[in-house]
């Protein structure tokens, strides 16, 4: 079952699809690329929310009226695209932003440059809620992060999720062949926020991606739990 695990399909939540329609649009779009099962991962940036109960009722809405516009695919499953900040392994809930049914969850590193104590609250996520960590896009730290710094994530206890859009240079696709030829696990994700220039693009993945790690990344979610 090709699976979506990284979208911004929920309409008027976050800087992805602005209404309905174009929610629409982006999943029928993902339909005919194949995808068959699709994670949402509005945005969840602690420091802009007025907690996560309000967050969680503001992602619900969203999600009811998609449904109730009859979407060409009905298999989503509910999660979120948590920003790392300082204490966030602190907020109470936050197990509530995980994939749902799962223990997974998805996290983003900022772009403000990496510290030591984002490890530190990747770690403390996964201890305190017995989740599993998947970081966001790993790919796309590669020109501001060292090559310390990114190994310091790589020997994080977690799966490396990488945007669809890697596959168009030869640079980014050898970083993940790196990454999966050395036994990690990962999945692959749109990242899709609207229809023009971040649209959905499952497209380029059948046609540069092997297809063994698509079957492998696509089995992800069909494995609900596991011990950190």
Known sequence: MLTDYHSHI???IDDGSKNVEMSLGMIEMLRKQGVERI??????YAHRE?????YLKKRQNAYEKLMQ????IS???????VSIER???????IEKLAYQGTNYILLEFPYTGFYDWMCDEVDNIAYNYKLIPIIAH??????????SQIESILSLNAVFQFNIEAFETHASRKFIKGIINNGNEFVFGSDCHNLKERK??????????????????????????RRY
């Open 138 to 147: 790993l790919h796309r730290y590669t020109n501001d992060f060292s090559k």
């Open 50 to 54: 007025n907690g996560i109960p309000a």
């Open 39 to 44: 994670v949402a991962t509005p945005h969840f």
């Open 75 to 81: 298999d989503i499953t509910l999660g979120a695209e």
């Open 87 to 93: 204490g966030i392994s602190e907020m109470e809930g």
């Open 10 to 12: 929920l309409p008027g």
């Open 69 to 72: 516009a009859n979407p060409a």
């Open 200 to 225: 959905p693009n499952f497209d380029l993945l059948l046609k540069k991606c092997k297809p063994e790690w698509i079957e492998q990344s696509n089995q992800l979610l069909d494995h609900k739990t």
